[in-house]
């Protein structure tokens, strides 16, 4: 193992997690990211923190529920890492996790590149500030719209709270990604109508070579145009994955589109929106999936004010 990943772990614990001595640290991963996990168990030990590895089998999509024994260790843990091929972010592990105090980063389809460049290396100090930042002018705003190459999608996030997900989660209850940078919040059920042009990456696809086209009518995706289409959509199911639940805004300006949507979705210069579950972060729906698309440089709108024109956020 890299002693240079270990000695970026141990940087992580520290300055993003406040990993401390005796602590309990557990580190839940799966069959594909185990490699990695260890180097953050390692580096756990070395803090002099009492380090867990939990090594289950590969989820087969994002936002499915890890067995119970490790949601219930979740629960009895100071600070957990969900280092996993597909995300823990939007389950019902990770929620209760959070309620009884655990610190909380998950790192879904994280790399060794992603460990040693890119994101992971940025000035989460200022990533911080701008991220709450842009998540107050979300919780402050009734509509928004994005606008791309000549499509527009609008939807209500009326009494809906912007979150910051900071890359800092230093209180017991704080989670959200590393590496992060993004500001998010749950659109309101049922009220996007219009199109939009996703040609950056889909979670579970990867980085995309030609656009998809989405087409959502109260709420939900009518229709995906484009050789990545279909894929989407057998990826969403036939039931609530295909509905609209969250919109992020990329933060951090050492993020690269690589692919990985973890990192993919927190490029300053881009937008996001996912489908499936939102009930975690302050929707109603609960689908057992959760899939980014993520959307670079466009236009966006808070209550018809521009925000965002071809990636560049104003006045933030």
């Not at 809906?160 to 989670?175: F, H």
């Amino acid at each position: 193992m890299q002693q240079s990943i270990i000695e970026i772990s141990k940087s992580v614990l520290q300055s993003s997690l406040g990993v401390k001595a005796g602590e309990t640290l557990l580190v839940v991963t799966d069959d594909s990211k185990k490699n990695l996990a260890e180097a953050l168990y390692e580096a756990g030990r070395s803090l002099g923190a009492q380090a867990l590895l939990m090594v289950m089998q590969d989820r087969t999509k994002s936002g499915e529920e890890p067995p119970e024994a490790v949601a219930i260790a979740m629960t009895k843990a100071d600070v957990v890492i969900g280092i996993t091929k597909h995300s823990l972010t939007h389950t019902h592990a990770r929620k209760n996790a959070v309620a009884a105090g655990a610190r909380v980063a998950t790192m879904p389809g994280i790399t060794e590149d992603m460990f040693m460049a890119g994101a992971i290396a940025a000035d989460y100090a200022k990533v911080k500030e701008l991220t709450e930042e842009v998540a107050s002018m979300l919780t402050e705003a009734k509509q928004v719209r994005i606008d791309k190459a000549g499509y527009s999608l609008s939807f209500s996030i009326e009494q809906r709270k912007g979150i910051p997900s900071t890359g800092v989660y230093v209180n017991p209850g704080e989670s959200g990604n590393l590496p992060s940078g993004e500001a998010y919040i749950a659109p309101l059920e049922g009220t996007a109508t219009g199109q939009i042009l996703v040609d950056g990456s889909i979670a579970g696809i990867g980085k995309l070579t030609e656009p998809v086209l989405l087409t959502i009518d109260k709420g939900r995706i009518v229709s995906a145009e484009g050789p990545s289409g279909k894929q989407l959509l057998e990826l969403l199911g036939d039931g609530d994955g295909r509905l609209l639940a969250e919109f992020g805004v990329g933060t951090n300006d050492k993020a690269r589109i690589t692919g990985v949507v973890l990192e993919d979705e927190k490029v300053y210069s881009t937008i996001h929106v996912a489908f499936g579950s939102n009930n975690t972060f302050g929707g109603v729906i609960s689908a057992g999936v959760h899939i980014d698309c993520v959307v670079m440089e466009p236009d966006f709108y808070l209550d018809e004010q521009k925000v965002m024109e071809q990636g560049a956020l104003l006045g933030v």
